[in-house]
């Protein structure tokens, strides 16, 4: 057991070295610990947020930590990253009038995957990274939630609230206006989550998912008078 700290502790993402876990608690903000449990949880962040969502190391950035959440003094989640690599407060990268959740860097740190509310459902939307001034390119056209980029960044998967998969094929120049989703299957993923609900193996061909079965729970039924049976 890596926690034991009052309060909740979810949503780990693993440091690119392996030698930290962050994850977020409902007592008090983001903590790292090392996966052994040698030494206590250090704080790195006193905020509750969504997520933490990813570990990056980037030429530019440094090591961060992206995740969602609202910041002070707003009311609709932002896309946030907190540097990790010296003294440092957090900033929005992706910051507009909707909810902008479940960031994920492309593999080769160019591109950010996010979903937004904008148009009133969650949709998928794709900018460079870090992100410019310039509005992320929308991908889904019904719904899109927990993108996850293959290994080499050439694809990007998603599920929508429909429980259908999806694949995006990206060239090597980056997402285009005229780029289309490509459906691949049913896949009954616990899309409520913030959290992704599958992995994608590295090559893309295979899925490890949090399914949710379709099953309903067992009936109680109650006799009454039952000992007059048994005479």
Excluded: C
Aim: net charge negative; proline share 10%; aromatic share 10%.
């Amino acid at each position: 057991m890596l926690t034991s700290e009052p309060g909740t502790e979810t949503a780990p993402v693993w440091s690119s070295d392996g030698k930290h876990v962050y994850y977020r608690s409902d007592n008090g903000g983001v903590f790292r610990k090392e996966p052994d449990g040698t030494s206590g949880p250090v704080k790195v962040l006193d905020a509750l947020i969504n997520g933490p969502g990813q570990f990056v190391k980037h030429p530019t950035l440094g090591s961060v930590l992206l995740y969602f959440g609202v910041p002070p003094n707003q009311t609709s989640m932002d896309i946030l990253i907190l540097p990790l690599d010296g003294p440092a407060s957090p900033r929005a990268i992706v910051a507009t009038p909707s909810a902008d959740v479940e960031p994920q860097v492309s593999p080769d740190g160019k591109w950010l995957a996010y979903s937004s509310s904008e148009t009133g459902a969650y949709e998928l939307y794709v900018a460079p990274f870090p992100p410019a001034d310039q509005k992320g390119l929308r991908i889904s056209r019904s719904g899109g939630r927990q993108a996850m980029w293959r290994a080499d960044s050439r694809e990007l998967f998603f599920v929508n609230d429909a429980r259908k998969f999806y694949v995006v094929r990206i060239p090597e120049s980056g997402p285009a206006p005229d780029i289309a989703p490509e459906f691949l299957f049913d896949m009954h993923a616990n899309v409520a989550n913030t959290r992704n609900s599958y992995v994608p193996s590295a090559d893309g061909q295979r899925f490890l998912v949090n399914m949710v079965l379709d099953t309903e729970d067992a009936p109680i039924n109650v006799i009454s008078n039952w000992l007059a049976g048994i005479n």
